[in-house]
Each structure stands twice: as structure tokens, then as C-alpha cells.
């Protein structure tokens, strides 16, 4: 279970921890951009997309994410599409 929600549930988990370095970026979203579909009934290529687009800013990110789920999509998303985007910069480490 994510952010911590493994305490709300009796089956073992697992806790991973990794370094965020200067220039890591850390994307979360909801099943719904994932789900999102195309004309032809095609999942979202979430990851394809997402490499394609270099190294946006997170709010950069945020705002291409949102603009291509609606082109995919044909203006038709049926179900939520949250995301939340995390970086550090060079100047925060």
C-alpha cells in the first residue's frame, strides 16, 4: 500500500527507500491516467510519454501530462487523472 497506508492492513509490506539526487524527479499518479484510453481502446503509454519529455520541471511536467491525457484521450477522460510531480534541484542539495 502506498504513502504509508500499510499500517491500515494486517498483510506484511515492504518499505523501499532510495537517494533523491539534484535532478531526480519523483512522479505519482492515480490509476486514471494509466487507464486513460485512446479512440482505438489503447492503454496511455505513461512511461514512453514520460521519457520522451526530457528532464521538465516538475510543474512543466505536470502541465504537459494533463494537456496530453485530454489529446490522448479525445477530450474524453472517464476517470480521475491526479498527479503529483517532486523534484530537487541542483540548488536544494
Given amino acids: 500500500p502506498p504513502l504509508n497506508l500499510g499500517v491500515l492492513v494486517d498483510e506484511p509490506y515492504h518499505v523501499e527507500e532510495h537517494t533523491f539526487l539534484p535532478g531526480d524527479q519523483l512522479l505519482l499518479y492515480t490509476d486514471g491516467v494509466t487507464e486513460t484510453r485512446d479512440a482505438a481502446g489503447d492503454f496511455y503509454p505513461l512511461v514512453e510519454r ?3 519529455w526530457g528532464t521538465l520541471p516538475p ?8 494537456h496530453d491525457l485530454i489529446a490522448y484521450s479525445g477530450n474524453q477522460l472517464h476517470d480521475d487523472t491526479a498527479a503529483l510531480a517532486a ?3 541542483a540548488e536544494d542539495a
Fill in 87 to 89: 523534484g530537487l534541484a
Fill in 59 to 66: 510543474q512543466q511536467l505536470l502541465t504537459r501530462l494533463h
Fill in 50 to 52: 514520460v521519457r520522451s
